[in-house]
């Protein structure tokens, strides 16, 4: 098919959930991809954070096929070899502390599985998030999202959600009452701005936890395995949670949720309290347990340290450069660029030469490369940066 043909089979059969970019991808490598037109792309989106390890990895391509020519489908009340494999892999990156699993599909099924497990083990009722915070559009995640615009035409949502000041404990205490199930925060908010949280925050937070007999959940769907410069962001900030939502990059492409948490909080769930049919899935778990081992192998985390910090210092000389930049932030290769207008021109003029960037919020460019991206690919990013931000500042200063 053309790419007229498969722009139009997507508008007529595809539901209307999602703001497209006017380019059809047919095939990624790496930090790169290519249109149905042979057009190449650098990819700073990273399918909003899903390729750390890259587009079709050789190891992922070869895991999935290897299993799949053995065995796709195995419900979980089967043992089985993939999953057995993945399970230890991944108990074996996270800290010590957390060493029970529930798999799922997705990042917001773990937050889910997250809420239900703290209900379940405090016999509380009461969730505090965050503003600015996003843990998925399914109900019970939904509740704990801040942006009124996902939430408002879904109400009445799940009862028992406050939403407090990201960064402010002396906020979170004052919400915290004796029906406090968890708390549920975002180490590094990502839809909500890449917020990067006040040094100390996320320790305040395990104190409160830990005086009211509350769970921490850490919402890593985002951060987590590399991304940030660390394995998980949490480990920025010295503090193991009691609970990590994980999807996104575990999967190496591949759809995954992952929710750890500590022996004697899983245990609270019971036969039959959470189940997935596709949870734990061989074909999912081949391919997990490869990404994980190429993030390890690779070093990949201390890559998107290194990375992070070259590519962060250029964006900041842009910042110096434009008036209409207010400020560059972020860890590792997770960053996010704010300006004073609504970015839509810019993710647009970058496309046309050939990059691919997030917005976070109105205002705000989203950085989520691949972190095997090469150093002169973030030097071709800047260059068109550069050239897309100078030609809207002097668009406006002409009107």
């Known amino acids: 098919m053309n790419e007229k043909e498969i722009i139009d089979i997507e508008q007529t059969c595809m539901a209307n959930t999602y703001s497209k970019r006017p380019v059809v991808i047919v095939k990624g490598r790496g930090a790169t991809l290519w249109d149905v037109n042979g057009q190449e792309y650098i990819d700073c989106m990273g399918a909003y954070g899903v390729c750390v390890v890259g587009h079709s990895h ?104 406050k939403h407090v000041p990201y960064g402010r404990p002396e906020r979170v205490k004052a919400a915290v009452t004796d029906e406090t199930a968890a708390i549920l925060v975002e180490p590094i908010q990502g839809e909500g701005g890449i917020k990067v949280p006040p040094n100390g925050f996320l320790g305040e937070l395990r104190e409160i936890c830990d005086a009211k007999g509350a769970l921490l959940i850490c919402d890593e769907v985002q951060t987590g395995l590399g991304r940030t410069g660390r394995f998980f962001a949490s480990e920025h900030f010295n503090v193991v949670p009691d609970v990590m939502c994980l999807a996104k990059a575990v999967g190496g492409g591949v759809p995954i949720g992952v929710m750890v948490a500590k022996e004697e909080v899983m245990a609270s769930l019971k036969l039959g309290d959470h189940s997935s049919t596709f949870g734990g899935n061989p074909l999912t778990c081949a391919a997990a347990s ?38 560059v932030r972020g860890m590792g290769l997770m960053i996010g660029m704010e300006f004073r207008f609504d970015v839509y021109n810019l993710i647009l003029g970058a496309l046309k030469q050939g990059v691919l960037v997030l917005d976070a919020g109105r205002n705000v460019l989203r950085f989520l490369p691949p972190l095997v991206i090469s150093k002169d690919q973030l030097n071709r990013v800047i260059e068109v940066l550069d050239a897309v931000i100078g030609e809207e500042e002097r668009a406006r200063v002409r009107r």
């Open 58 to 161: 050789p190891r992922v391509v070869d895991a999935i096929q290897q299993q799949a020519a053995s065995l796709i489908a195995c419900h979980s009340s089967l043992y089985n070899d993939a999953r057995s494999t993945f399970l230890k892999k991944i108990v074996d990156v996270t800290p010590k502390e957390l060493n029970k699993a529930f798999l799922a599909n997705s990042g917001t099924e773990t937050v889910e599985a997250a809420i239900k497990l703290a209900r379940k083990h405090t016999g509380k009722t009461e969730i505090i998030a965050f503003m600015g915070g996003y843990h998925g559009k399914t109900f019970g995640s939904l509740s704990a999202t801040w942006n009124k615009r996902y939430r408002t035409p879904f109400e009445p949502l799940v009862p028992g959600f």
């Open 290 to 327: 490869a990404a994980v081992d190429v993030v390890v192998e690779e070093r990949l985390h201390e890559r998107a340290a290194s990375l992070g910090t070259y590519f962060m210092a250029k964006l900041k000389e842009l910042q110096e450069k434009y008036r209409l930049v207010r400020e």
